[in-house]
């Protein structure tokens, strides 16, 4: 489809949010759009927004998905603070979302679902189409519901399952809006519904009336274009952080020659590292989907002792139930990757919702002196290349690593660009294959560099050993209570987790005048809006600096250093200032906490405002 009917203009950027009820299809649609946008070559960055319930209550605020893209022609960092523009499905996505607008905003509105029961139902005195609250707005009230039963009367369908095309009709006038191609959605839609025939071409049909009204409505006089974002030259795909974390795991598997086992029971946000593992049977993936958390990281630790690439895959309350089997791997000194895909708690707090709050737990959270490496990837994108950094280290030193994710990265989309494999680093697994102590074998002798155990796969003649969660003797391995022997083995479990800072670069600053004296530190999902909070402050002539932790235990050697270069440091975060506990009390810092647990990423607006408030109070 294409038309030079109406004007073009061109935009630089837009941020448009999709709002309805739970099974309105506002994630589908979402999806699509950002599809087609990627597709384009815009640089990109989404953050879906849906409630815990799987059929959630239809017309009630805590029912609302939504579903929100910033896309560009040029290099963004977040999914937007505010949306440019809203479509709003009924009156509970219109209210719940309606704060964010800015006045001037487009309000795409289905008028069909204004009903006096929908209205009355989310406490609206009165009809907000109808008594000026909207006034400020750019308004486009359209019955989307009844449009798209129109356009389908001549289909074997119901009037019901009619009216459930809205999404697609909306998507339609959304593509022609903002002139997107409509050849990925067709396709898509082709295969989803290969088996109903009569569903598919509905849903077709729905679509491409959605684009003609576009074409032909008054309400509309003008459409717009976004061009492609400059990027280097490569093979690019939209993706969103889970399966580039699945990805990354497959690769360690690949560049370590060991066969990769997920040991796992599903919890939202990272049940689709489950999911998208079990898909890759080919590259020798082994999924176990365990009757509880306890038994999924059992079997990992299990395949680990027995010579694999071990994952079990959670989100915090999982952590909790696998901090003794995590303590047993810190004994037993096998590699182990644990990942945490972090949401709202406490207990089961707000599945959907992403949060930070697990940084003390992943770093204290088991008995004795149980010392764990922490990874956090900051992007999308950046949990391929996090994963493969848990697995070097896991493999490397013998030893649990926890690797940090969030629901805003497992959900969030990002263009990534697809990686040569043959520049991935290569992880040698460095198997025992022969005794090591005047012709026998002791499963405690350690690498002089890294201090890291030999790792005997069971079955090798010659290298048969006892493991257990008792303490072992230094060497030998046997069963030892001995209070010195203790001691000395607490110290080399810590000291070998602080010989990992001597294998991971420094912390680097971005800092491009070289003259700032507020430094932002921050750690995982933060990475975006404190970027786009430090641009926005450096063009209105601030002077900040920016550094991002990845290993957050060990720090990287350099951190202190950075740290005292400056006068004032700001660390925020999607919790109560955990990482500026940890900073506070290593380094002797007094950080500024900057700290949001809303369930949402913070705003970088609000951040920048803080930002320059720091600045101007020097």
Not at 32 to 55: H, K, M, Q, V, Y
Not at 167 to 176: P, R, Y
Not at 406 to 431: C, H, K, M, Q, R
């Amino acid at each position: 489809m294409s038309s030079d009917a109406k004007a073009v203009v061109p935009l630089g950027h837009v941020v448009i949010r999709f709002a309805g009820d739970s099974g309105d299809g506002m994630q589908l649609t979402g999806d699509r759009f950002t599809s087609e946008t990627a597709g384009l070559g815009n640089d990109l960055s989404t953050l879906p927004d849906f409630p815990a319930e799987i059929r959630a209550p239809a017309g009630t605020l805590p029912g609302v998905s939504a579903f929100q893209l910033h896309f560009a022609d040029h290099d963004i960092m977040t999914p937007g603070d505010r949306p440019d523009v809203l479509v709003a499905m009924n009156p509970a996505a219109l209210k719940a979302n309606l704060k964010d607008l800015r006045a001037g905003s487009t309000l795409i509105v289905n008028t069909d679902e204004f009903t006096k029961r929908n209205i009355e139902k989310v406490d609206y005195a009165a009809n907000p189409l109808d008594d000026g609250s909207l006034d400020s707005y750019d308004v486009h009230q359209i019955g989307l519901t009844s449009m798209t039963v129109e356009a389908l009367a001549g289909f074997d369908i119901t009037k019901k399952d009619a009216g459930r095309a809205k999404n697609m009709f909306a998507l339609g006038l959304l593509c022609w809006l903002y002139s997107r191609s409509t050849e990925g959605t067709i396709d898509f839609l082709k295969a989803k519904f290969a088996k109903k025939p009569e569903i598919l071409a509905a849903n077709i049909a729905a679509f491409e009336a959605g684009w003609s009204f576009g074409e032909t409505t008054e309400s509309f006089s003008v459409r717009y274009e976004v061009k492609p974002a400059p990027m280097r030259a490569g093979l690019y795909r939209n993706i969103t952080g889970n399966p580039a974390l699945a990805y990354g795991l497959i690769a360690a598997s690949q560049q370590s020659g060991l066969p990769l086992f997920l040991g796992s029971y599903p919890i939202t946000p990272a049940s689709d590292i489950l999911h998208e593992l079990s898909k890759h049977k080919n590259f020798g993936v082994v999924t176990f989907q365990a009757e509880d958390e306890i038994a999924g990281i059992g079997a990992a630790l299990g395949a680990a002792y027995g010579g694999a690439l071990a994952v079990t895959a959670t989100s915090g309350p999982g952590i909790a139930l696998k901090s003794e089997t995590i303590g047993l791997a810190v004994s037993l000194e096998l590699p182990l990757i644990v990942v945490d895909v972090q949401r709202g708690g406490p207990s089961t707090g707000l599945p959907t919702k992403t949060e930070q709050a697990d940084l003390l737990q992943a770093m204290f959270g088991r008995n004795g002196e149980a010392p764990v490496p922490i990874v956090a990837p900051r992007s999308p994108g950046d949990c391929f290349d996090a994963a493969l950094e848990a697995a070097r280290i896991a493999v490397t030193y013998r030893t649990p690593v926890l690797l940090l994710s969030d629901g805003y990265l497992a959900n969030g989309s990002e263009p990534w660009a697809v990686p040569d494999a043959t520049t991935l680093p290569v992880i040698e697994p460095a198997f025992a294959t022969e005794p090591n102590h005047d012709g026998e074998f002791w499963p405690y002798l350690r690498d002089p560099e890294t201090l890291a155990r030999p790792w005997a796969v069971p079955g090798t003649a010659g290298l048969e050993h006892r493991i257990g969660g008792l303490e072992k003797a230094d060497g030998t391995g046997n069963i030892s209570y001995d209070p010195d022997n203790h001691e000395h083995m607490v110290r080399l479990r810590q000291a070998k987790v602080d010989a990992i800072a001597r294998s991971i670069g420094p912390l680097e600053v971005d800092d491009p005048s070289g003259e700032a004296r507020v430094l932002v530190l921050g750690w995982g999902s933060t990475y975006g809006p404190i970027g786009a909070a430090c641009r926005a402050v450096r063009a209105e002539g601030g002077q900040v600096a920016h550094a991002h932790l990845r290993h957050l235990n060990p720090f990287p050697a350099n951190t202190a250093e950075v740290l005292r270069a400056y006068d004032r440091v700001i660390i925020p975060e999607m919790n109560l200032g955990q990482l500026a506990l940890l900073i506070r009390g290593r380094f002797l810092v007094d950080a500024i906490g900057y700290n949001q647990v809303r369930g949402m990423p913070f705003t970088s607006e609000e951040l920048a405002t803080t930002i320059t408030d720091v600045i101007e109070s020097l």
